[in-house]
Nanobody
Framework: QVQLVESGGGLAQPGGSLRLSCAAS????????MSWARQAPGKGLERVSS???????YYEQTVKGRFTISRDNAKNMVYLQMNSLKPEDTAVYYC???????WGQGTQVTVSS
């Protein structure tokens, strides 16, 4: 079955950086898109970024220019490099199969001084 395991979350200061990783298994990783989504306290789930099987990328407006999504098909991994972090980036971040598929368990990102 589909398994998505996120890692790399934690506490960062405003202006800092974190790199999230997602290890995928149970499906043909290289044949489809992958996404990162987040859910802030008291808010709904929001798709942050996606990468197609051909590495075309999408970014939600508030993270454009600060976050970079990438994938390594040889390792079945997808990454989210997050720079210039802001307190409003605080959320649980989920790795998502495709654009609206299966999720991982999530990793907490907290941006605070």
């Amino acid at each position: 079955q589909v398994q998505l395991v996120e890692s790399g979350g934690g506490l960062a200061q405003p202006g800092g950086s974190l790199r999230l990783s997602c290890a995928a298994s149970g499906f043909t990783f290289s044949s489809g898109a992958m996404s990162w989504a987040r859910q802030a306290p008291g808010k709904g789930l929001e798709r942050v970024s996606s990468i197609s099987r051909d590495s075309n990328t999408y970014y939600e407006q508030t993270v454009k220019g600060r976050f970079t999504i990438s994938r390594d098909n040889a390792k079945n991994m997808v990454y989210l490099q997050m720079n210039s972090l802001k307190p409003e980036d605080t959320a649980v971040y989920y790795c998502v199969q495709g654009y609206l598929g299966s999720w991982g368990q999530g990793t907490q990102v907290t941006v605070s001084s």
